[in-house]
């Protein structure tokens, strides 16, 4: 078409083409359909995923108590085994000795030797009978565990030895005496577990030495104030603690006089009036409070009175308030795992979520707490409830119900 002379274009409209419109909104659903049906399949497969961590989870939990399960039974086995041998040598040997044979429930238990005394005293006459009576008394103990077992023994200033009276010339005796004539006595005669004689139902004995020094190179333990007799066997040996002492921490001022820091010493020890002790070891209790809801002071009046708690915490014996002491005492301390591949709420760590709270026995009453706190560390124990359980119900190991469900 030919434009006329001198006609204007200025608000002459374009003709519109809509062909375009089907095609896009064909393109925005397609589009759209494939992020509802991702966004779907992400949702199904995180679901699955989760799914899928859960199962083995569930799967590790239920191998790691199995496995406990059979270690414990497998144990309980080997020692049944070994007490019926045990048994059938000392009835053997008793038989004609007019003595009561060995009962069904007696247990036995085999010590393996760690070391051998070194000392002076070569026969039992002349050697002192308290070692603390005898500072100046010098020995070694002379290992033949691996030296990495006593790796930070010279941290402490003093050591429990537990040894056997090898020396007894009454050891193979069928002449069992009850009753004896300590030293100290005048003649009295008391009952031999009454005393510290040597002569015992078990020939094993107890007692404190000073650590001197520990040489690795040569696994000898000098010590001094040492009453053992030269051959000694040693089966084991512990740290002696401040909860050693009766009533330490009761006492303040027991507690200021034997635990003093000395400020100027930098070798990393608690250095003490008394004895030296690592700094880990007279750190406070690891939670500071413990409360229970009142729930739970309902719970706990209730399983004393339903004798759960018998016959350590009945209402004969202020039980309930007994009870709630003794428990604010073990919570103190936290008594969680601290196996944190297995809980979230392991040892240490804070969880205020009351739905996943941490179980143990008392008893014959489980008691459920959870610990809160902030992000940097947990402080507090709040028992939630306390549910009387019969664990008779339950199989034993060893005396022990194996309980796993809802108990760690």
């Known amino acids: 078409m030919t434009k006329a002379p001198g006609s204007s274009t200025i608000g002459a409209r374009a003709p519109t083409d809509t062909s375009w419109t089907p095609w896009m909104l064909s393109i925005s659903c397609t589009g759209l359909s494939t992020a509802v049906l991702c966004l779907a399949q992400r949702y199904y497969y995180q679901k699955k995923l989760r799914q899928v961590e859960q199962k083995w989870s569930s799967f590790r939990q239920e191998e790691r108590t199995g496995r406990i ?14 007490q019926i041998k045990q048994k059938q040598q000392q009835n053997a040997n008793d038989s004609n000795s007019g003595e009561h044979k060995a009962s069904p429930n007696d247990t036995t238990m085999l010590l393996r030797c760690i070391g051998t005394v070194s ?5 039992r006459m002349g050697t002192p009978r308290q070692p603390q009576l005898v500072p100046s008394s010098r020995g070694v103990i002379d290992f033949t565990c691996q030296a990495a ?19 007894n010339t009454n050891i193979d005796s069928n002449n069992k005496k ?21 002569h015992r139902p078990n020939c094993l004995g107890l007692s404190l030495v000073r650590v001197e020094r520990w040489e690795e190179c040569t696994r000898q333990l000098h ?15 512990k740290p002696c603690v401040p909860w050693d002492v009766p009533n330490f921490y009761q006492n303040k001022a027991l507690s200021k006089t034997l635990m003093i820091s000395n400020a ?33 002071l309902q719970d706990l009046q209730s399983v004393v009175e339903q004798g759960c708690l018998s016959p350590f915490y009945t209402t004969k014996n202020d039980g309930a308030q007994v009870a709630r002491q003794s428990l604010e005492e073990i919570l103190a301390q936290d008594p969680r ?10 040892r240490g760590t804070a969880t205020n979520q009351k ?12 008691i459920q707490f959870v610990v809160t706190g902030n992000d940097k560390a947990a402080n507090e124990v709040l028992v939630l409830h306390v549910v009387p359980i019969d664990t008779e119900a339950f199989v034993h190991a060893d005396g022990i119900p194996l309980v796993t469900q809802g108990l760690d």
């Open 69 to 82: 399960r059979a270690e414990v039974r497998l144990r309980t086995a080997s020692k049944e085994l070994d």
């Open 119 to 123: 000392s002076p005293y070569k026969k």
């Open 149 to 167: 077992a006593l790796d930070g023994i010279q941290d402490y200033s003093h050591v429990w030895i537990i040894f056997e009276f090898h020396a």
């Open 178 to 198: 009850t009753k004896i004539r300590p030293p100290r006595a005048g003649g009295i005669k008391v009952g031999q577990l009454a005393t510290r004689s040597p």
């Open 223 to 237: 010590v001094s104030g040492l009453d053992l007799v030269h051959g000694t066997p040693v089966y084991d040996i």
């Open 264 to 296: 100027d010493d930098n070798d990393g020890y608690a250095t003490t009036r008394a004895y030296r002790v690592p700094h880990w070891v007279q750190q406070a209790d690891a939670l500071s409070s413990v409360s229970f809801t009142p729930d739970a």
């Open 337 to 346: 795992s601290s196996h944190k591949g297995l809980k979230s709420n392991a």
């Open 355 to 366: 739905e996943d709270p941490y179980s143990f026995l008392f008893g014959n009453a489980e």
